[in-house]
C-alpha cells in the first residue's frame, strides 16, 4: 500500500505568489515524523522542513510551512513568496522504524515538480 | 562544505561491467543508506548500515553489494550492472540519536549503462 501519496505530478506558480503542494500518508503508527525535501536539477536531496506527530503546532521555516491535518492524514507545504530557484521537485517522505534502535528510515512519496515562472 | 560527498557524480558502464559507487561524510554518523532513484519516481532504500550492521531491503536485487570499512566511507557495489539499473544512486547519513530522524543527502552518483 502507497503511504506517502503526492497526487500534483507537476505545478506552476507566478513567482511572488504562495502555492501549496499536497501530501497524504499512511501510518498505523502513533509516533511518526514527516519531511519534505526539495532536488533540485542537480540530485541533492535538501531538507526543508520537518513536523513530528505529536507536534501541535504546524512546522515553519523561512518561507517554508507545514499544514499538518493529523485527522486527515495530510502534510501539505505551502511555500510562501515562491522564488526562480523554488523550481525543483519536491518529495514529501515519512519516517518509519524510530524504536529502541534509534532506526530510521524515509518513506518517499513520489513527488511534485514545481515552475516558478517570472 | 559539503558533509556527505558522493564519487562520481556521473558514471558510465558497460552492460555487465561491474561498477563502485563511494559515499564518504564528516558529519560522524553512525547511520548510513543507498536509495536508488530512477526517472520521475521517488527515492527507492536498497539498504542501511546502522554502525557496523548490514540491513538488506527484502526486494534489493542480489546484484547491490555494499561495503562500510570504517564510520565515514560507505561503498555501492553493482556486480553486473544492466538497463535497468541505469539510475541516480544517493547516499544519506543520520544519525541514531537524532530526534527527528532528518537524513542529510549527498548530491548523488548518476549511473548510465550502454
Known amino acids: 500500500a502507497q503511504k506517502i501519496t503526492q497526487t500534483q505530478p507537476g505545478m506552476f506558480v507566478q513567482e511572488k505568489e504562495a502555492v501549496t503542494l499536497d501530501c497524504t500518508y499512511d501510518t498505523s503508527d502513533q509516533s511518526y515524523g514527516l519531511f519534505w525535501y526539495k532536488q533540485p536539477s542537480s540530485g541533492e536531496m535538501i531538507f526543508l522542513i520537518y513536523?513530528?506527530?505529536?507536534?501541535?503546532q504546524n512546522a515553519t521555516e523561512g518561507r517554508y510551512s507545514l499544514n499538518f491535518q493529523k485527522a486527515r492524514k495530510s502534510a501539505n507545504l505551502v511555500i510562501s513568496a515562491s522564488q526562480l530557484g523554488d523550481s525543483a521537485m519536491y518529495f514529501c517522505a515519512m519516517r518509519e522504524g524510530l524504536g529502541n534502535t534509534g532506526f530510521q528510515k524515509l518513506v518517499f512519496g513520489t513527488g511534485t515538480r514545481l515552475l516558478v515562472s517570472p | 562544505d559539503a558533509m556527505v560527498i558522493q564519487n562520481p557524480r556521473y558514471q558510465v558502464t558497460q552492460f555487465g561491467k561491474p561498477v563502485t559507487l563511494s559515499c564518504s561524510q564528516t558529519l560522524n554518523h553512525n547511520v548510513m543508506y543507498w536509495y536508488q532513484q530512477k526517472s520521475s519516481q521517488a527515492p527507492k532504500l536498497l539498504f542501511h548500515y546502522y554502525d557496523k550492521d548490514f540491513n538488506n531491503e527484502a526486494d534489493t536485487p542480489d546484484n547491490f553489494q555494499s561495503r562500510r570499512p570504517n564510520t565515514s566511507f560507505c561503498f555501492l557495489d553493482i556486480r553486473s550492472p544492466g538497463l535497468g539499473d541505469a539510475a541516480m544512486y544517493l547516499c544519506a547519513t543520520t544519525t541514531s540519536g537524532s530526534l527527528t530522524g532528518e537524513l542529510f543527502f549527498g548530491e548523488g552518483s548518476r549511473l548510465t549503462v550502454l
Open positions: 513536523q513530528g506527530s505529536y507536534d501541535e
